[in-house]
């Protein structure tokens, strides 16, 4: 049986549910032991420690230059002290460059083998993943499990079935037979799906493997070699990715260097030589905005990028303000607003928010916020696995100086224990009031753990600030709570102009932050928060091109 | 019945036709009274006649600051005379963006069904716009026949279907259930198709129809408003396309200004304007190179072009070299060699052509080129109708420049008499023999009746050149002779990496310069001559934005 035999009904199930958008998950997000594993937790986790330290030969990529790494625990604070092979730009494209040639003489059906054999045997290390994801980002366990897992393999997954699909679109051959009156004109056509070149994906310190496994996955399927480029302080949960993809690689008698990881560290970061090199094609990237749109305006290259935006909540009216407010609390304190999805600006209306119950305040509501903030926090069974660490000391500073913003701080940034890790760099939401004529304060985004209450004349000018930051800035999510069917169509309309999704009244056990794979498609590519969208036509199909060749038919 | 009914088997069978890529055309391009009726040939040409030296009434685009043309014929070298209402850029997307607000809502069905029914008015005015495309581009009779009626039509159809096609591909809604366990999250979820705003059409003088519409009914169809902002040399032709679609927009109580004809004279021209007008959102282009780049690199904006490139004939082996001469001289003498598929450099290797009956050397075969295309040029009842006029006087400049380079000129470009115009500006081909070194002479674009003989090693030099030049400055099409099939699958395989498709072996009614809607797509997009094709899913995705909303679903 084939590798490809094998996986078929997975990437059919996969490809119809990317049409039918109905839930579909192919890897389990539960880490129970009865679905991984009795030691899977306790392996994955001795594993992990097993790395810590050495160099990372797994890769097995040749001579390298010389190893490194800088790789820290948000948890610890301590170096992870793994190292990686430095291999230069010039003998990665090289090796690329080979590799390109074999690979895209590979069969659709055989490539899309090999990828989900890969995703297969990563599903075996999900929890050494994990240990590596939470010491890299400062996730917590179930996220970093969940995010760097089974999300991301559902994602690749996603990627795979994307591009397999596209590839099927147009026939190998066709016999275009025209009637010309007396004769008919005949030929064979032909179409082939070229693939563009060398793919540089390039990754982020947040999410390592989720927002880099599409390109990787996407690139692959369609033909093209992968150079791997981690952001330099979170290497290791990718690493195993790309090791597993180059032991299918090697086991079929393929060149692993198909896909290859390019490590750097922050003191000398290859990633504008590999962008800038004239061999590669295809770019993707997950960042800030302006190495993004760098990316994205250098000529001859095809560029997929996720970048960053101001994300909103319009608050108009709920069913249940109690509930609400404990959703858009948990929302808050998730990975410390770490994530591309977190909620920044909450406008309310100076009027308050309508309830059936009558109105609550704009105080009111800021004060039930705050309190169910605190109480999560201060929930040692729940407070610091929600929230995690923090990734990035600038994080930290950031927070402090919304706190000197003018505005009322409704609740200060503090530290918190963490019952495992004594040194856990931490830090709790900060809630700040802000008129909405101060849009120099709330007009940004403001990465981490901040929310700013916006006091709005009406919802009319909650949704036109949402809408006028989303197009200038970009948005990636949007919350909105209304519980008349007008407004809710105004704002989903009018969100739609900026193309951003609106999760709407959400409470329970679901976040605005949230992207299911095969459902959700994240960010939209329509607004400046990126330009690419997981995972829809465009960003496969812009990865190869179609060409077609043709000759008469031979008379017989 | 709606429109959308009436034309829904034509749209399904053009769906279908897009994936088989088999022969289809939904317009007859034979322009046969049995067809199109016993007086449609002269009353289109008595009504193109009537609109000489005219105001262009029937757009009824509302106050124009002033009436203005400068179209002219280069069968008469005379002006036509008509002039078309000068509107500024700012009331153009000024009603634009009111349009926008309406057309977005416009359901798919019913916007395919106009704009099906627009290309059906448009099918009773073929041979007016026949005449039209002669006196404009300078286009033979049955080549502005078929291409700007017909076969634009078609190309039309092409984008309607794949529009149509692709705003299916996801669901409105989804019910979202999701297992937890103990309990499910059950979301109902939904996606948007949001057009992305103002569209651009910016057109050429050449093929003022044909290169136009796909943009037009592409962007339309996808619901975006389109401004049709054509070369002020070729304006007639699309104006009445767009005459049409407005009509049938304001029989369905919808502003006609859902789409506009923007005309500017060359004194005045209003297309850097339009494009960097921040509004602007999408641009369609086909034109020269330099112009093309530059709107490819404006900042927010979805741009589409077809620009130049250097089309390749590879000459390896044959079947039949009388046969292959006397296709390649058609190609060469087709509309003066004003078509962006025309062939401009011709590799030859030295060691000649091999044939069944023994090689034909280099100078045996470039006189039968010549032979052949002088054949034809003096043919009176075939040459005048298939060389056309030239539609613009620099060309005959360039002309005159390539019999002054260094090489062996086969030969002069020359006059001849069109019987029906005797002022016609016409030029035969000029052919210069090149050596394989010169890459200086023939490294670019000549447009133009230019065939340049180049003298290569062998083909293996032969086809590096050809997909070098491709490489670097872009090829629309390439031929290639070989009646060995390992050299067949390398030049199919080479070419292939430079995105340029390949007519193998071409001989007798079929040319490497025609381009079939349904099978053949028209630029790949990989390579310099543009970045976009028609009609693949990029080419109608990229209009537009999914946008996905969720809630929760209600307990009952």
Redesign the interface.
Known sequence: MSLFEKHEMTITKAIEAL?????FAAFPE?PSPAIYGESADSSGKEKFQAMLGKNFEELNQGDAQGWAGQEESPYTQDALGIKYPSISVDVLTARAAKAFHIWRKVNAKTRAGILMESLERVKGRFFEIAYATMHTTGQGYMMAFQASGPHAADRALEAIAAGYE?LQ???AK????????KFN?Q?N????A?P?GISVVIGCATFPTWNSVTGIYGSLMTGNPVIVKPHPGAILPIAIFVSEIRKVLAENNLDPNICQLGADTFDKMITKDLAEHPAVKLIDFTGNSVFGSYLE?L?DKTVFTEKTGVNSVILDSVDDVDKVAANLAFSINLYSGQMCTAPQNFYIPEGGIKTPSGTVSFDAFAQKLVDNINSLVDNPKAGPFVLGAVQNKKTCDRITEVEKLPGKVWLRSRAFENPMFKNARVATPVVLEVDASKKEIFGGELFGPIALLIKTKNTDQSLALAQELAIQHGAISCGAYSTDPVIREKI?DE???A????????????YMNQN?AF???HV???NPAGNA?FT???YV??RF????????VKAA
Chains 1, 2 share one sequence.
């Open positions: 049409h039918v958008r109905t839930f539960n596209e679109r147009f026939p066709a016999f275009w037979d025209k009637p010309m009156g004109i030929l056509k032909e179409w082939r070229v563009k305006a000529p989903a969100m739609g102009l193309s951003t999704p609106v999760s709407f009244n959400l409470t329970g056990g679901i299911a459902s959700d498609f939209t590519g329509g969208s829809n036509a465009d199909n812009k091109t179609w060409v077609g060749h043709r000759e008469p």
